[in-house]
């Protein structure tokens, strides 16, 4: 078999990592794919049991913010890319303790891209013969642009307003990579997505919790009065538009990934439980487990992604809507609580 590129992906232990690294080794099967995951309580390396055997595929427990690791790894891997998915992303946690969002989302990004910097690159706007072609891709998200009110739609030149310390971490991180455009030359390109669900999803978030708390009859937990609204992006939608980014998106630019699918999150725990009253009838509705707790601090009203960019120059879309996509999530976690 013909050898191609070898690319690091941080994170692939983690939600849309572990949906993108099988997605992408099936898609590629000439790429190396390296997963740089620290296996914090967010990654699972259970999440990738399909692949662990795959030829194609390496996995290396460690930190991106362990610099001599990154350039280790350089040296030994030779990597031809970077697909950057690694990040502390739960907004709760940020609040209480900011300083790893600090530590992970801006010093893990600057050390990765600053060491394929040094190993691609031979003086700003000059790339070393026979890695004119190496790309730096970072995923970010939405919550950068901050809070909509009830019209209008995040675009890639919607002004930065981050309102939480996650999303400012990200927001710091999304301007280092662009620097690295601009100064250097290096060839990068961002992506921003909305909210993902779907399979592999860690338990703390939201559409794990209601499934999880409702099948175990426990109070279903939903901040504030549940209007808080959402553009809900099924994960593998998300990775086929990581992949044609990472492929085929120009150097230096952005594009935004959403599912056009706003909800709101009194629209998902009574969707989430319409069909477990369908596939798993309780003696009562699981609705009844509805529990109003007190709103998070910074808590954005509104998120909605405009798609189109990606859509009309990359020949994105996504596949699933909603109701779909939220029908194969249920019963994913339903397998997975009732083994």
């Given amino acids: 078999m013909v050898r191609g590129e070898t690319i690091l992906v941080t994170g692939g232990a983690g939600f849309i990592g572990s949906n993108f690294v099988p997605y992408f080794l099936e898609n590629s099967p000439n790429e ?34 362990d610099r001599k690791l990154i350039e280790k790894l350089f040296e030994k891997y030779h990597f031809d890319g970077v697909i950057h998915f690694a990040a502390e992303s739960h907004v709760d946690n ?75 971490s990200k927001a710091a991180s999304d301007f280092v990579v662009r620097s690295y455009y601009h100064t250097y030359g290096m060839n990068v390109v961002t992506t921003n997505c909305s909210n993902n669900y779907g399979p592999k999803q860690h338990n703390e978030k939201l559409i794990p919790t209601i499934i999880r708390k409702a099948i175990n009859g426990e109070q279903i937990p939903i901040y504030g009065d549940g209007n808080n609204i959402r553009d809900w992006l099924y994960v593998l939608d998300h990775c086929k538009g990581i992949d044609l980014a990472y492929k085929l998106g120009k150097s230096g630019e952005t594009y935004n990934i959403g599912g056009r699918n706003e909800r709101n999150n009194l629209y998902i725990v009574d969707a989430i439980c319409s069909i477990l009253d369908e596939l798993k009838p309780s003696k009562k509705s699981y609705k009844e487990q509805i529990t109003f707790v007190k709103d998070r601090p910074g808590h954005d009203f509104r998120y909605a992604i405009d798609a189109t960019k990606i859509e009309k120059e990359l020949g994105w879309k996504a596949d699933e809507n909603f109701e779909s996509g939220i029908r194969k999530t249920i019963n994913w976690y339903l397998k997975k609580y009732n083994k």
């Fill in 94 to 168: 940020s609040i209480t303790n900011p300083g790893a969002f600090i530590n992970t989302n801006i010093t893990g990004t600057f050390n990765l891209i600053d060491v394929a910097k040094t190993h691609w690159m031979s003086a700003p706007f000059q790339y070393i013969k026979g890695k004119e072609n190496n790309r730096f891709h970072h995923i970010s998200t939405d919550e950068v642009y901050g809070t909509l009110g009830e019209t209008g739609l995040f675009k890639e030149d919607t002004h930065y307003a981050p309102n939480s310390p996650y999303s400012a």
């Fill in 32 to 65: 190396q794919l390296v997963n740089l995951d620290n296996l914090t309580y967010a990654g699972e390396l259970s999440n990738l049991e399909e692949i662990a055997d795959n030829p194609n595929y390496t996995f290396i427990k460690g930190d991106i913010c």
